[in-house]
T-cell receptor
């Protein structure tokens, strides 16, 4: 069964600093998603990574996928307070009649000013 | 012009009651999902429907019964509610999987 591990689970960082969140998964998949969730809110799609070597960037966030290593990273550049949220990676797993997403446990990011 | 909507947003009820949560999407997607997010924020898929047909049914107590009257709606009925059912339930939709899933606002269920 597919397992998805994120680390760290909690990240407290200063504004202006850089950091990376890691997402490892246990079985082959070629689609990985990153979502953001603000407290008490829904999940917002950030990135879809569709192939080995894919890199996507939006503002201060950059996501990459290495399917051979079964690893995705979410890199935060020069963090600002507005990035404080919980970040989830999710991996697509093929099942009998379709696909399902298996989520990591989430990384709680707190950016301190 | 909400993309994925759920009602109600909050649901507080007693153990043993039966309740329903409704979900509608106006994105024209073929596939809809129910997820449960527990108190530790862990998200797990419960069900998925594609064009009104059940395609994913995870290990969920049979007190939970999804129903999809058409491809824009997916409802969740829960019988004999238990304390452990307290969670946030999210509906989501996507075009043919595994495209990006778009999530509704969530229904916060509290069973007393």
């Amino acid at each position: 069964e597919l397992k998805v591990e994120q680390n760290p689970l909690f990240l407290s960082m200063q504004e202006g600093k850089n950091y990376t969140i890691y997402c490892n998964y246990s079985t082959t998949s070629d689609r990985l998603y990153w979502y953001r969730q603000d407290p008490g809110k829904s999940l917002e799609s950030l990135f879809v990574l569709l192939s080995n070597g894919a890199v996507k960037q939006e503002g201060r966030l950059m996501a990459s996928l290495d399917t051979k290593a079964r690893l995705s990273t979410l890199h935060i550049t020069a963090a600002v307070h507005d990035l404080s949220a919980t970040y989830f990676c999710a991996v697509a797993q093929r099942v009998e009649y379709g696909n399902k997403l298996v989520f990591g446990a989430g990384t709680i990011l707190r950016v301190k000013s | 012009d909400t993309a994925v909507s759920q009602t109600p947003k909050y649901l507080v009820t007693q153990m043993g009651n039966d309740k329903s949560i409704k979900c509608e999407q106006n994105l024209g997607h073929d596939t809809m999902y129910w997820y449960k997010q527990d108190s530790k924020k862990f998200l797990k898929i419960m069900f998925s429907y594609n064009n009104k047909e059940l395609i994913i049914n995870e290990t969920v107590p049979n007190r939970f019964s999804p129903k999809s009257p058409d491809k824009a709606h997916l409802n969740l009925h829960i019988n004999s509610l238990e304390l452990g059912d307290s969670a946030v339930y999210f509906c989501a939709s996507s075009q043919v999987p595994p495209q990006t899933q778009y999530f509704g606002p969530g229904t916060r269920l509290l069973v007393l």
